[in-house]
């Protein structure tokens, strides 16, 4: 038995599982949906994980967990906001993980993405053409590491950009020179706001006009979209207007069974932060639908989806917090420590009650040790057993 405390301050009693999980083992590549994980790093307790300097990372660890994902039959989506980007993992140190992931990718046959930003620009920002050359930058180093590059929505572009028209100019400058297709990637503010007004426009319908044109002036050059606004609806209409041959990734970390699974009209691939701590069960799940088995994916996806609505709530940007803690908890690393110190930027009911979740979806291989260290991590603030 376990205290676990509340918003309130109560205390209250939670028996943990004892038996270990029967969770699905590794196995290839989902076929009838790409699936990727949104990995998270891991910070190296010893180092600076404070918000002061550039974070320090333990590269064994985090380079494990993208294998463990592999292993599953995962694809891995790098250096995206999972990774903490902008958020304590500053631009050096993000091709550093682009390059050594690009290199275990390679080593094991994974499958990778990585996020291509404009990072390095600091405010006051310059121009248009100083935003489009931060981009070309990032896009010819992951291109020159043998990975396809998801285009991300950029703090310096909202910033300076004034209208649709300054949208249009840089990713079509972008998607002109691209090597290969790349994923384009919408990040709403729930995430990061300093992207509100993307696309030229508060308006979501006048933002999506803008999105979808620049796809389809280049259709060739987009292997698909990434849609992290958190709207099933505004998702379904947006990949129905979708050139052929163009994917939706769902990042919608509310509703992605349904989108998933689609409807008569299509469905969404999945580029997931939640997928980083359901890694098995996302696995298993499609490819039960890979099988025909619809019912059987929503099985499995459709209980996890409390988990991933209490991780995602509001300030929506710190779900990372209790990412990791879980992976921690899972026994994927060491400590609970995150670059930025952004391990403090969750109460200690929200972590609790994350443990609660995930524990009883059965995501720890051994609940004996996940109870032994949400008991230390309690203990240290005051909650005794």
């Known amino acids: 038995m376990i205290r676990l405390p509340d918003a309130s301050g109560a205390l209250r009693a939670y028996t943990p599982r004892e038996a270990p999980p029967v969770m699905p083992d590794g196995g290839p590549p989902p076929a009838s949906r790409a699936v990727l994980a949104a990995a998270h790093v891991v910070a190296d307790p010893f180092g600076n994980t404070t918000g002061h300097g550039p974070a320090d990372l333990d590269w064994e660890a985090t380079l494990a967990f993208r294998r463990y994902l592999w292993a599953h039959g995962l694809g891995v989506a790098e250096a995206m906001d999972t990774a903490q980007r902008g958020m304590g993992l500053d631009a050096p140190l993000a091709a550093e993980l682009v390059r050594r992931s690009a290199a275990e990718a390679k080593a094991v046959g994974g499958h990778l993405v990585c996020g291509a930003g404009t990072d390095q620009l600091t405010p006051?920002?310059?121009?248009?053409?100083?935003?489009?050359?931060?981009?070309?930058?990032?896009?010819?180093?992951?291109?020159?590491?043998?990975?396809?590059?998801?285009?991300?929505?950029?703090?310096?572009?909202?910033?300076?950009?004034?209208?649709?028209?300054?949208?249009?100019?840089?990713?079509?400058?972008?998607?002109?020179?691209?090597?290969?297709?790349?994923?384009?990637?919408?990040?709403?503010?729930?995430?990061?706001?300093?992207?509100?007004?993307?696309?030229?426009?508060?308006?979501?319908?006048?933002?999506?006009?803008?999105?979808?044109?620049?796809?389809?002036?280049?259709?060739?050059?987009?292997?698909?979209?990434?849609?992290?606004?958190?709207?099933?609806?505004?998702?379904?209409?947006?990949?129905?207007?979708?050139?052929?041959?163009?994917?939706?990734?769902?990042?919608?970390?509310?509703?992605?069974?349904?989108?998933i699974e689609g409807d008569a009209h299509g469905h969404s691939d999945a580029l997931l932060g939640v997928f980083d701590p359901l890694a098995p069960l996302a696995a298993h799940a499609t490819r039960l639908l890979d099988a025909g088995g619809r019912q059987g994916f929503r099985a499995v996806l459709d209980p996890t989806v409390t988990l991933a609505r209490h991780l995602f709530e509001p300030p929506t940007r710190y779900y990372k917090t209790g990412v990791v803690l879980l992976a921690w908890l899972a026994g994927h690393q060491g400590a609970f420590a995150m670059a930025g110190g952004l391990h403090s930027a969750r109460s200690l009911p929200h972590l609790a009650r994350a443990y609660e979740l995930a524990d009883g979806l059965g995501l720890f291989p051994d609940p004996g040790r996940a109870e032994e260290r949400m008991a230390r991590l309690l203990a240290v603030h005051g909650v005794e057993r």
């Open 124 to 259: 006051p920002y310059g121009p248009l053409a100083d935003v489009a050359a931060a981009y070309e930058q990032q896009l010819a180093h992951i291109e020159g590491h043998g990975a396809t590059a998801v285009v991300m929505a950029s703090r310096a572009l909202a910033a300076v950009a004034t209208e649709a028209d300054h949208y249009r100019e840089v990713y079509g400058r972008l998607l002109r020179q691209t090597a290969g297709p790349v994923i384009l990637h919408w990040l709403g503010p729930m995430f990061d706001p300093a992207l509100e007004g993307y696309w030229g426009s508060t308006d979501l319908d006048t933002a999506t006009d803008t999105f979808l044109d620049i796809v389809a002036d280049r259709p060739d050059k987009v292997d698909g979209v990434k849609v992290s606004l958190l709207d099933a609806d505004r998702e379904r209409a947006l990949r129905r207007r979708l050139p052929a041959g163009v994917r939706c990734y769902t990042g919608d970390d509310f509703h992605y069974p349904e989108l």
